[in-house]
């Protein structure tokens, strides 16, 4: 089955916010918008709730900005892949849409071919990230017991737990639902894949922090999946309880 791919639009403009979920739509029909906001706290609300693949925001936004919601966004679903929308060419925020992993950086008014374009590299990475995995989670595994299927996707984790992990094209390749996916592997393992790949992360970070001190806490956060060290010491001290280098330290 053709799978689609999942956006949340956060734009606290409503013109610009419906102009430019139009050009979602219009530019490739392999996306589809299942949200839109105007705060940071209602686009968050919604990435709970449907777990998209992609996440568009402004940076300016009213409650929450852009990056406080990514930042939020990236702690809880760290397979999603973020757009940054913003008015404001300030090298400051492109450097934190790079700390967190952006995608890509859009300035407005958006060009309907920088949108495209924005897309297509989203659209071929997600293309290329199932070719791991369609042999894998097929229709005939959807067959299986529940049990069967959570340890299937529970090994496919553990193995590319540094890696891009779309969710929703695994669970689209059984003809699934993400959330019922999710919930299968609740029932088996008491945790969602997301944090389930955190944890990973976190507990090999712990052994190359420990026993490979040739290695630098960048390294590290990059081997484990966080390219950022800023970023990869902030989700390792709220995860772990002290910061990298103090664990490398005792």
Known sequence: MAVQFKI?????????LNSLVRKIQDVDTDFTVVGAAQTGTQAYDLVCRTEPDVLITDIRMPVMSGIELLEKTRERYPMMQFIIVSGFSDFEY???????QVSD?????IE??????????????????QNSFRDIFTPELSRQTPEQIAAALK?????????DINLNGIAANMNYSSSYLTRLFLQQYDTTPSKYIISLRMQKAQQLLAHN???SVRQVGEAVGYPEQGYFSRIFKKQVGVSPLDYRGR
């Open 8 to 16: 949340i639009v956060a734009e606290d403009e409503e013109l610009q």
């Open 94 to 100: 492109a450097r934190s849409a790079i700390r967190l």
């Open 105 to 109: 950086y859009l300035l407005k008014p």
């Open 112 to 129: 309907t071919e920088e949108l495209k374009k924005a897309l297509a590299k989203l659209k071929n990475r997600f293309l290329a990230e």
């Open 155 to 163: 090994e496919y984790l553990r193995k590319n737990y540094a890696q």
């Open 213 to 215: 001190p040739e290695l």
